[in-house]
């Protein structure tokens, strides 16, 4: 009997193998797609309900990608498959226009002193995510903060006095 269910376990076909791979990739191009349209602030920095709504996607995805049948094989098939996509990303990232596609470009969100209020609104940040990373920065008044961007990891810089214009070339702003 337990052999039985363990060779079960391991049993795949190839229509079956075809379809994990099939599966598994259109829902890691949605998630990554939705990622995309989201913004990155929704990828870090996140409150306990947004945790819950990351575990929740997780386990759509996942029961997705096994095809609601979560043997040992489909399973492994499954998993191999996000490994080897995860590695072909990376492999176009190495390029700059691939890249900037996947993982965007820095936002400018204020200068000089001003917050860029319709920035915010497009990347998805409050001002109270603002006002905790001004203060995060040792900034006491706005006026002293010179720069002000929401990182492509979801996390905000604070830059003060003269910057180097270098450290602003891959800066999207509205200009």
């Given at each position: 009997m ?25 829902m ?22 947004d ?10 995805i ?5 095809l ?34 996947l ?38 008044r706005?006026?002293?903060m010179?720069?002000?961007?929401l ?11 003269e ?8 800066v999207?702003?509205?200009?």
């Amino acid at each position: 009997m337990m052999t039985c269910m363990l060779a079960n376990q391991f049993r795949l076909d190839l229509d079956t193998v075809i379809a994990t791979v099939l599966v598994t990739t259109a829902m890691y191009a949605v998630y990554l797609l939705l990622s995309r349209v989201t913004g990155s602030r929704g990828l870090s920095n996140y409150a306990p309900f947004d945790f819950a709504a990351f575990v929740a996607v997780g386990a759509i995805i996942g029961r997705t990608a096994l095809l609601q049948v979560p043997t040992l094989g489909v399973g492994a098939t499954a998993l191999v498959t996000l490994f080897v996509l995860r590695a072909l990303l990376g492999v176009i990232a190495m390029t700059s226009a691939g890249d900037r596609f996947l993982n965007g470009s820095p936002i400018l969100l204020g200068m000089g002193g001003e917050l860029d209020r319709q920035a915010l609104r497009r990347a998805h940040v409050h001002e109270h995510d603002v006002r905790q990373a001004l203060r995060r920065a040792g900034v006491q008044r706005l006026e002293d903060m010179e720069y002000l961007i929401l990182e492509r990891n979801g996390m905000i810089s604070v830059l003060r006095g003269e910057v180097e214009p270098w450290l602003l070339a891959d800066v999207r702003s509205r200009e």
